[in-house]
Structure formats: structure tokens, C-alpha cells
């Protein structure tokens, strides 16, 4: 079993949905949970980073990490076409001097 | 902000030649750096780590003598392809502990072989 499960998708949406992605996981020592945002041949964006439990919130994006049932998420409010890319969660036991673990990432598009 | 620059962000080479990918930090010191490849569809799957004067640790199932990497100074960390083939074609990204988020990535290299 990968340490990190995320459903690669593709994911379509109409333009101003709520788009919801997830991933859950299998190593109880991480601590640092990301979403990273990748476009076609480019580097990752970081989007959210959360430490432990809890909700985080960013404009139109929403991290959700529950660490008792393993599953992390991303809300994206009011998507736009714009947001349409790979959505790759990511975690760590550390936030430093650790490698980060990936998911397949979720190909998103959002449509006009 | 923390920046790592990455070159060159796409190169094709014949069968057989090496590659050189460089990772260099800008406006920090990096004494790590991870180094990722990324298949198609797939996810990110760590390479290797390079730590600033030392031999590079590489992870289970990754050939050490064909993924060169050097670590010679605090900014700059290089990996090379050497003998590549057709299935060494890949996305290559580097990555350093830095900043208060804890990672900056290099905005990745496409390798191709022919």
C-alpha cells in the first residue's frame, strides 16, 4: 500500500462549483500536510500547508486535515477555469530536513 | 521569497549521451536538496537527497552510478543522467528545505531522450 492514496481523476466542473479533492494516508507520523498546485510542465505551487488537525482557510480554498481518520481535503470555492491544473496533496513528518511524500495528484478542469 | 532556479527546463539528448541538471539557490543557503522524478500522470517519487559535502543518499530501486549527483557547494546541487535511455524521459524537479512552509521547488526539468 502507498504511503499516500489520491484519486488522479480527471475531475470537470463548471465554471463556480465546489470542488472537493482528497487524499488519505497510512504513516500516523506525518504532521505537515500540503496541497500544491501543477501546472503542465512546471514545478509545484504551494497552495495550503497545515500542521496537524484542523481546518485552514485561504481565500477560495479550504484545508481540512483529520489526522484521527487519515484523510485530508481541499475545498475550492467559486472555481474558476483558471483553477483547472494538478492538484497533488503532500506530507511530512517534519517541515524540514524530511522529504516530502506525494499523491498521484488529481487532474482538475474547470469548465466555462 | 526562497528561490530555486532549475536549468534547463527541457532538454532532448541521444540515447547513450548525459544530461546535466542544475538546481541552484538563489537568496539562501541550501545544505539539502531533494530530487524528484515525476512520470506521466504519475506522482512525485523522490530520487535521492544531496546534502552540501557528502555523498548523496539515494532511495530503493534508484541506480546511484546513473543518476550522478554533486552537492559541491551551499547553492548549487546538480544531478546527471548519465547513459541515458528512452526510459530515463522524465520530469525532474529539485527541491529544498527552506522558508516558513518548509519547501521550495525548482520549476523542474523535461527530459527526453531519443
Known amino acids: 500500500q502507498k504511503e499516500v492514496e489520491q484519486d488522479p481523476g480527471p475531475l470537470s466542473v463548471p465554471e463556480g462549483a465546489i470542488v472537493s479533492l482528497n487524499c488519505t494516508y497510512s504513516?500516523?507520523?506525518?504532521?505537515?500536510f500540503m496541497w500544491y498546485r501543477q501546472y503542465s510542465r512546471k514545478g509545484p505551487e504551494l497552495l495550503m500547508y497545515?500542521?496537524?488537525?484542523g481546518n485552514k482557510e485561504d481565500g477560495r480554498f479550504t484545508a481540512q486535515v483529520d489526522k484521527s481518520s487519515k484523510y485530508i481535503s481541499l475545498f475550492i470555492r467559486d472555481s474558476q477555469p483558471s483553477d483547472s491544473a494538478t492538484y497533488l496533496c503532500a506530507m511530512s513528518e517534519s517541515n524540514s530536513g524530511y522529504a516530502l511524500n506525494f499523491g498521484k495528484g488529481t487532474s482538475l478542469l474547470v469548465t466555462p | 521569497g526562497a528561490v530555486v532556479s532549475q536549468h534547463p527546463s527541457w532538454v532532448i539528448c541521444k540515447s547513450g549521451t548525459s544530461v546535466k541538471i542544475e538546481c541552484r539557490s538563489l537568496?539562501?543557503?541550501?545544505?539539502?536538496m531533494f530530487w524528484y522524478r515525476q512520470f506521466p500522470k504519475q506522482s512525485l517519487m523522490l530520487m535521492a537527497t544531496?546534502?552540501?559535502?557528502?555523498?548523496?543518499?539515494?532511495e530503493q530501486g534508484v541506480e546511484k552510478d546513473k543518476f550522478l549527483i554533486n552537492h559541491a557547494s551551499l547553492t548549487l546541487s546538480t544531478l546527471t543522467v548519465t547513459s541515458a535511455h528512452p526510459e530515463d524521459s522524465s520530469f525532474y524537479i529539485c527541491?529544498?528545505?527552506?522558508?516558513?512552509?518548509?519547501?521550495?521547488f525548482g520549476s523542474g526539468t523535461r527530459l527526453t531522450v531519443v
Open positions: 544531496s546534502n552540501e559535502g557528502s555523498k548523496a543518499t539515494y
Open positions: 497545515t500542521y496537524s488537525s
Open positions: 527541491s529544498a528545505p527552506q522558508g516558513p512552509y518548509g519547501y521550495t
Open positions: 537568496d539562501f543557503q541550501a545544505t539539502t
Open positions: 504513516n500516523s507520523a506525518f504532521q505537515y
